[in-house]
Nanobody, 127 residues
Framework: QVQLEESGGGLVQAGGSLRLSCAAS????????MGWFRQAPGKEREFVAG????????YYADPVKGRFTISRDNAKNMAYLQLNSLKPEDTGVYYC????????????????????WGQGTQVTVSS
């Protein structure tokens, strides 16, 4: 089981950009489908983006399509989320998560399929 740690969050004005990083410990990172989720105050945690093991599959939630880009570097045990054209409604705690089941290729937004989660990094977008 890998352990995950996010970084890169912060305060940014609307229209700005951030790059979130997710560092994974362990030697089996490449075995994990990686996802990014976010949670705004008073709301449920929601899927943002997902990336398959060999980068062949990329998945995005509708609200972030065209603005966010997920990527990974298996050699460095890292996953990334580039956030562009940020909006105030993008504010929340962003979490990276990993899972090994191939079911994630079909339902990447299903939280229960992810077996490891980071502690989260705060993103605040001011208007």
């Amino acid at each position: 089981q890998v352990q995950l740690e996010e970084s890169g969050g912060g305060l940014v004005q609307a229209g700005g950009s951030l790059r979130l990083s997710c560092a994974a410990s362990g030697r089996t990172f490449s075995n994990y489908f990686m996802g990014w989720f976010r949670q705004a105050p008073g709301k449920e945690r929601e899927f943002v983006a997902g990336i398959s093991w060999n980068v062949g599959g990329l998945y995005y939630a509708d609200p972030v399509k065209g603005r966010f880009t997920i990527s990974r570097d298996n050699a460095k045990n890292m996953a990334y989320l580039q956030l562009n054209s940020l909006k105030p409604e993008d504010t929340g705690v962003y979490y990276c998560a990993g899972g090994t089941t191939t079911q994630l290729l079909l339902v990447p937004a299903r939280r229960s399929l992810y077996t490891t989660w980071g502690q989260g990094t705060q993103v605040t977008v001011s208007s």
